[in-house]
């Protein structure tokens, strides 16, 4: 099963909004509502941020969200501040297997 | 809280058998599900399969014929075994616990390991 498609960076100032797609098909984003969003720095575990496509995990920011139309998934992050700067993936669950994205390497200019 | 801790060889020969170890501490390993997860160098993260306490599995398709999961409830460990390993197997390997709802797991997880950076190399 293929990644899930994600831009390979995205950069934003800080105090600013951003947001991360995430596309994949009718089988895995298309079909369900269970997306998640990983937040991972370097040499670190990834931490989730976002489960079943817009739910936070206590204790992580409410500048997070997360929303889906169709095959598509996004991420916005508001108000981004220096220690957003990270990589985040997307993953869907399917009916088989969890396939992830490739990754996106956020900058905080 | 619940912490885990994977364990196991560094550096793995090519066509041998990777063999890790993931330890689960401050709860219980019982009626949850327990994945492990790979990340090769630079590179994103790729699922490998599932262990349910009972000893279900389910496997990535793409690695099922060289996997295998297995479940020690007494000692609160489950482990990996990838047989066959090439380079293509290089990466840092992380044990997770994935969120359960109803008695059904839907790909959140949301316990990691630290990771475990295994090299495959003669």
């Known amino acids: 099963q293929s990644a899930l498609t994600q831009p390979a960076s995205v950069s934003g100032s800080p105090g600013q909004s951003i947001t991360i797609s995430c596309t994949g098909i009718?089988?895995?984003?298309?079909?369900?509502?269970?997306v998640s969003w990983y937040q991972q720095h370097p040499g670190k575990a990834p931490k989730v941020m976002i489960y079943d496509v817009r739910k936070r995990p206590s204790g992580v920011s409410n500048r997070f969200s997360g929303s889906k139309s169709g095959k598509t998934a996004s991420l916005t992050i508001s108000g981004l501040q220096a220690e957003d700067e990270a990589d985040y993936y997307c993953s869907s669950y399917t009916a088989s297997n969890v396939v992830f994205g490739g990754g996106t390497k956020l900058t905080v200019l | 809280q619940v912490r885990l801790q994977e364990s196991g060889p560094g550096l793995v020969k090519p066509s041998e058998t990777l063999s890790l170890t993931c330890t689960v501490s401050?709860?219980?390993?019982?009626?949850?599900?327990w994945s492990w997860i790979r990340q090769p160098p630079g590179k994103g993260l790729e699922w490998i399969g599932y262990?349910?306490?009972?000893?279900?599995?389910n496997y990535n398709p793409s690695l099922k014929s060289r996997i295998t999961i297995s479940v020690d409830t007494s000692k609160n460990q489950f482990s990996l075994k990838l047989s066959s390993v090439t380079a293509a197997d290089t990466a840092v390997y992380y044990c997770?616990?994935?969120?359960?709802?109803?008695?059904?797991?839907?790909?959140?997880?949301?316990?990691w390991g630290q990771g475990t950076k295994v090299t495959v190399s003669s």
């Open positions: 262990i349910y306490s009972s000893g279900s599995t």
């Open positions: 997770a616990r994935e969120k359960v709802r109803d008695g059904y797991n839907f790909g959140v997880f949301d316990i």
């Open positions: 009718a089988s895995d984003v298309g079909g369900y509502n269970y």
């Open positions: 401050g709860g219980s390993i019982t009626s949850y599900f």
